[in-house]
Every structure is written in C-alpha cells, then in structure tokens.
C-alpha cells in the first residue's frame, strides 16, 4: 500500500462523512482516491493491485463503498478489518465486500509494494439479472463471516484467470453479448470461492 502525500490545504478529492469515513458511491470514485486512471467500464472493473496509490497522507483509511469488491492480495504491510474482524495479507487472501459495509486499513509500511487483483461490480450492472438475487446469498460477503479465504497458488490461478477473463471482455467492444459473458465468468468464481472455502474448513477440520 503506497499513499500519496496531499500538499496542505489541498481540497481532498472526495467528500468524507463523520469520522473520517469515505463514500464511494461509484467505481470512479474509488479510481480517483486510489490513483488510478479512469475506468473502462462504470459498472465493472479489474484492477492491478500494485498500482493503488492511496491520495491521502492518512495512516488510518476507513470507507463505504456502494458496489461489490473481490480482492486477491498480498504483501500488504498493515491491517485490513471487514465487520469486527482483522486479516493480515501476508499470504495470497481473497476479501469480499458488499455495498453499503464498512472497510477498514491502517497502513504499517508504506515502502513495500502490495501485489494483487480486483474486481468492481456495481449492482446496477447486475439488475434484472438472476446473480442479482443470488450474490446475496454467498455468505463470504457477509460481516458474519469470521475466517479469511486463504488460497493456494493453484487456486490463486484459477481465480486470477477468472478475472483476467473478465478485463479482456469489457476491453474488447461492448456489444448485447458482453453482459451475459461477464455475468457467466462472474457466477464461475463465486462457485469456485464457494468452493476453495468449502475446502479450507474440511482441511482445518481433518
């Protein structure tokens, strides 16, 4: 996690709610704090995780995003907390936010550079869609979840496949078809998810 040094009395670039609590209401929004160029798509979005480049001076960065957000991350030097729980991404971790959920970090070392991927999806691409009702009911995007996603470097393969799959669709050009494809990639790695947790609580059982 890099995080840019704001010049004093530089406007912040986005509104922030009490107690220092970013809004993202969309994709741009968190494109703009985070650095990055503007998106491809305003709905959906892959994003290398190595490039975000905080545009704040703060040690401690809480958020409410209003889109859903799958993370596979590494080598972040500080804290992550989802709900009342707090992950380190030492080790290749998958996080899931939903809209409207409070994320947490503090920054520990701003020298090492995280790696990673993202993937945004905003709930109006997905309307009148069927994933629409069912992302609801994956229970990693809920703050009860009290276990991170830890995967293996197979898995890691998969998943960053999966959104790569993704990236290259919105890239190309847009037509009636696109929706579907991405929606089509977008089911196969939440089951898969589904099923790397599924594997990482029979492992620790046995």
């Given at each position: 996690?890099?995080?840019?040094q704001v010049a004093f009395g530089e406007a912040p670039p986005l509104h922030m709610k009490?107690?220092?609590?970013?809004?993202?209401?969309?994709?741009?929004?968190?494109?703009?704090?985070?650095?990055?160029?503007?998106?491809?798509?305003?709905?959906?979005?892959?994003?290398?995780?190595?490039?975000?480049?905080?545009?704040?001076?703060?040690?401690?960065?809480?958020?409410?995003?209003?889109?859903?957000?799958?993370?596979?991350?590494?080598?972040?030097?500080?804290?992550?907390?989802?709900?009342?729980?707090?992950?380190?991404?030492?080790?290749?971790?998958?996080?899931?936010?939903?809209?409207?959920?409070?994320?947490?970090?503090?920054?520990?070392?701003?020298?090492?550079?995280?790696?990673?991927?993202?993937?945004?999806?905003?709930?109006?691409?997905?309307?009148?869609?069927?994933?629409?009702?069912?992302?609801?009911?994956?229970?990693?995007?809920?703050?009860?979840?009290?276990e991170a996603l830890f995967m293996s470097d197979k898995e890691e393969i998969v998943v960053?496949?999966?959104?790569?799959?993704?990236?290259?669709?919105?890239?190309?050009?847009?037509?009636?078809?696109?929706?579907?494809?991405?929606?089509?990639?977008?089911?196969?790695?939440?089951?898969?998810?589904?099923?790397?947790?599924?594997?990482?609580?029979?492992?620790?059982?046995?």
């Amino acid at each position: 996690l890099r995080v840019k040094q704001v010049a004093f009395g530089e406007a912040p670039p986005l509104h922030m709610k009490a107690k220092n609590i970013y809004t993202f209401d969309t994709i741009g929004e968190f494109h703009r704090m985070s650095g990055l160029p503007k998106p491809e798509h305003p709905l959906v979005g892959v994003v290398d995780y190595s490039q975000v480049e905080y545009q704040t001076d703060e040690k401690e960065i809480s958020w409410i995003q209003k889109f859903y957000s799958i993370g596979l991350k590494r080598n972040i030097q500080g804290k992550f907390r989802y709900g009342q729980q707090q992950y380190d991404f030492d080790e290749g971790l998958m996080s899931f936010v939903a809209p409207g959920q409070v994320v947490h970090l503090t920054v520990e070392n701003h020298d090492v550079r995280p790696t990673g991927i993202l993937l945004f999806v905003h709930p109006d691409f997905l309307w009148n869609t069927p994933l629409a009702r069912k992302i609801k009911q994956y229970e990693f995007f809920g703050y009860a979840v009290n276990e991170a996603l830890f995967m293996s470097d197979k898995e890691e393969i998969v998943v960053t496949g999966l959104m790569q799959n993704i990236q290259r669709e919105y890239h190309a050009n847009i037509d009636k078809f696109s929706q579907n494809i991405i929606i089509a990639q977008l089911e196969l790695l939440l089951s898969y998810c589904e099923r790397f947790y599924e594997r990482q609580f029979i492992t620790r059982k046995k």
